[in-house]
T-cell receptor, first 110, second 113 residues
Framework: DQQVKQNSPSLSVQEGRISILNCDYTNSMFDYFLWYKKYPAEGPTFLISISSIKDKNEDGRFTVFLNKSAKHLSLHIVPSQPGDSAVYFCAASFDYKYIFGTGTRLKVLA | EAQVTQNPRYLITVTGKKLTVTCSQN?????MSWYRQDPGLGLRQIYYSMNVEVTDKGDVPEGYKVSRKEKRNFPLILESPSPNQTSLYFCASSLFGGSYEQYFGPGTRLTVT
C-alpha cells in the first residue's frame, strides 16, 4: 500500500515556464512533508519542506502547497531552468519515519 | 566540508556472504537513516536511528541489521545477502527527525548474485 504517491513519472516543461509536481498521500498522521531533488549518480538533496499546520511555504523559485483536506501537495518551480532537470521525490514524515514517493522525472527544455 | 560518506560505493557479492556498508557523517547529527532505491518503488526506509544506541525499523527492515555505537557512524549489515537485496542504498543524516532536512550520502550500488 503506497502511502505517498507521485502519479506522474515524468514531466517536460519549457525553460522559463512553471513546473508543477504533484504528490498525494493517504495517512493523515503525517506531520511534515519534504521535497528532494536527485541527479543521476548522486544522493538526493533537500529542496523545501512544509509542516502539516501550514498550507504554503516559499523559498526562492520553489513553493510548496499543502491541501490537507485533499491529502495533496504540490511543488511549483518558477521560472524553470535547465539545471532543474532531475528526479523529484516527495516525502512524508511521522514519528521519525519517512515515506517517499516513487519520483517524477522533470525535464526542462531550453 | 559537511558530508555523509558511504563505503564501498560499488559492491558485487554472492548470496549468503555477510557484508557491511559503512556510513559516517561529520555534522554531529542525532538522526541517521538507511534507504534503498529500486526502479518504480522510489526510496524506502530500511532502519533509522534517533541517537546513539537507539534504532528502529523503517518500512523494509527484513534481512538487514544496523547498529549505532557512535554518533557519527551507522553501518548497515547484511548477514546473509540474497539477490532481492540487489539495490542502490543511501545513508542519510539530519540534526533531528521530522521537518529537518536529511543530508544523503552518494549511494552504494550493491549486486548480489
Amino acid at each position: 500500500d503506497q502511502q505517498v504517491k507521485q502519479n506522474s513519472p515524468s514531466l517536460s516543461v519549457q525553460e522559463g515556464r512553471i513546473s508543477i509536481l504533484n504528490c498525494d498521500y493517504t495517512n493523515s498522521m503525517f506531520d511534515y512533508f519534504l521535497w528532494y531533488k536527485k541527479y543521476p549518480a548522486e544522493g538526493p538533496t533537500f529542496l523545501i519542506s512544509i509542516s502539516s499546520i501550514k498550507d504554503k511555504n516559499e523559498d526562492g523559485r520553489f513553493t510548496v502547497f499543502l491541501n490537507k483536506s485533499a491529502k495533496h501537495l504540490s511543488l511549483h518551480i518558477v521560472p524553470s531552468q535547465p539545471g532543474d532537470s532531475a528526479v523529484y521525490f516527495c516525502a512524508a514524515s511521522f514519528d521519525y519515519k519517512y515515506i517517499f514517493g516513487t519520483g517524477t522525472r522533470l525535464k526542462v527544455l531550453a | 566540508e559537511a558530508q555523509v560518506t558511504q563505503n564501498p560505493r560499488y559492491l558485487i557479492t554472492v548470496t549468503g556472504k555477510k557484508l557491511t556498508v559503512t556510513c559516517s557523517q561529520n555534522m554531529n547529527h542525532e538522526y541517521m537513516s538507511w534507504y534503498r532505491q529500486d526502479p518504480g518503488l522510489g526510496l524506502r526506509q530500511i532502519y533509522y536511528s534517533m541517537n546513539v544506541e537507539v534504532t528502529d525499523k523503517g518500512d523494509v527492515p527484513e534481512g538487514y541489521k544496523v547498529s549505532r555505537k557512535e554518533k557519527r557512524n551507522f553501518p548497515l549489515i547484511l548477514e546473509s545477502p540474497s539477490p532481492n537485496q540487489t539495490s542502490l542504498y543511501f545513508c542519510a543524516s539530519s540534526l533531528f527527525g521530522g521537518s529537518y532536512e536529511q543530508y544523503f550520502g552518494p549511494g552504494t550500488r550493491l549486486t548480489v548474485t
